[in-house]
Structures are given as structure tokens and as C-alpha cells.
């Protein structure tokens, strides 16, 4: 049987999965993560409640797939827009992951590449080409480049040094896909990401409050795009 992993960072973006999924399924402990384990059209999910952040992440993700073996790992959840077209609530399924805040380039290293890493990741093309047929019908949807930063980013001075650094190609930043990401491929596991936009901080300052006002909606946007390549 196929074994799917869903990692969310925040209870919200869980929460919004299982109501999308319509589970009242039983909460489980793993390793301090609480976790659902379900099956669906012959297909075994591992939903599980990451934590926020690269290090709470990376941890996680591991653990998870040396317990449970999963084919796919899919990370669901939020971020902010870092294009001014971009709306709150539209749905961005990255192909290339980068990290937004590591800074070697003193040692010959281009800026985001980790020494010993790739300067950037790739999600798994089967997966991220059916997500976008998944999404067709929801929100709008873009495809591009995610960034990992360990800062929310709210100031102008943010924007533009991302915008700076990456060529303007980074649509939405958040904390936790480029984990995914290095964790994903060090284990050799097919990966993709979901995000949903609940602020968009390339419009000016304040997207703080909108984080907070549309954090909800958009966590169950993203979750809907998870159960719709779900059950296909």
C-alpha cells in the first residue's frame, strides 16, 4: 500500500487537513508529534504536526520517515506572497525550494547554498504536476520558487533584499519547505509543497494583521488542494 506523509507545522494548517479530509480520526504520540494515521482510496496518510520552524522540521520529517517509510512526502500549509499581483488566499505550488537566510558567500558559496548542498531543491515533478491539475478550479495558482527563512517577513527592507538576492523569483516565503526539502532528499523521497498566501508582504507593512486574520482560511485552501490530490 502507498504511504503518503503530511507534515503541517502549525496546529491550524493540521486542524484545516482533517476537516478537509472529513476525519474524526484518533490522535497518536510519536516522539512528542501528535500524529493521524488513516487510509483512503487504498492510500495510507501520516498526518503529522511538525512544528514550526527549519530545526523542529528537519527533526520531525526525519523521524517520521524512518518510522513510517512513506513513498511521498507532502508539506501543507501557509506563507506570504512576496509578488504585489499576488492575492491573500492564492495557492502556490513550488518547484524550487532556497533558503533565504544562510550566507557563505565569503567562502565561494552562492547566497542560500548550504557548504556541501545543492544552492537550491527541486520538488518531484509527478507530484507537482499533479497538484496543479488538482488545483484547477480553486484559488489561483502559481508555480515557482518557495524561500525558507527563520524570520517572518513583514518589513520592506526584507522584501526588497530577498527580491535582490533571488532575481525577484521567489513567489512566497515561509519557514519550513526547504527542511522538507534537504530532509526529503537525503532519505531519497519524492516531495512537494503546498501554500496557501495568508498575507502578502510584497503589498507594505502590516501583513502581520493579515496573517493573523486569514491564517485559518488560508491553511483549509491549502489543505482542500491536499484532498483533492488526495483522492485522485
Not at 550566507?103 to 527541486?122: I, N
Amino acid at each position: 500500500m502507498k504511504t503518503i506523509a503530511i507534515l503541517a507545522a502549525m496546529q491550524q494548517e493540521l486542524d484545516a487537513v482533517l476537516e478537509a479530509f472529513g476525519l474524526a480520526a484518533s490522535k497518536t504520540d510519536f516522539c512528542g508529534m501528535q500524529i493521524y494515521v488513516f487510509e483512503l482510496n487504498a492510500i495510507k496518510f501520516v498526518l503529522a504536526l511538525s512544528g514550526v520552524g527549519r530545526a523542529n522540521t528537519a527533526m520531525n520529517a526525519a523521524l517520521i520517515i524512518r518510522e513510517f517509510k512513506p513513498d511521498e512526502v507532502i508539506n501543507v500549509g501557509s506563507a506570504g506572497g512576496l509578488q504585489a499581483e499576488q492575492k491573500i488566499l492564492d495557492v502556490v505550488i513550488p518547484n524550487e525550494v532556497v533558503a533565504l537566510d544562510v550566507d557563505l558567500t565569503a567562502l565561494g558559496f552562492e547566497y542560500g547554498q548550504v557548504l556541501g548542498c545543492p544552492k537550491s531543491y527541486f520538488t518531484d515533478e509527478k507530484m507537482r504536476e499533479k497538484l496543479i491539475e488538482a488545483s484547477k478550479g480553486l484559488a489561483a495558482a502559481h508555480v515557482g520558487t518557495v524561500g525558507s527563512s527563520e524570520a517572518f517577513i513583514c518589513r520592506e527592507e526584507q522584501v526588497r533584499e530577498i527580491q535582490r538576492r533571488f532575481g525577484n523569483r521567489v513567489l512566497c516565503v515561509e519557514m519550513e519547505a526547504f527542511s522538507i526539502a534537504v530532509v526529503c532528499s537525503s532519505f531519497g523521497i519524492p516531495f512537494a509543497i503546498i501554500r496557501s498566501l495568508s498575507d502578502v508582504p510584497a503589498k507594505g507593512e502590516g501583513n502581520e494583521h493579515d496573517f493573523n486574520t486569514f491564517l485559518s482560511r488560508a491553511s483549509k485552501n491549502a489543505a482542500k488542494l491536499l484532498w483533492e490530490y488526495g483522492k485522485g
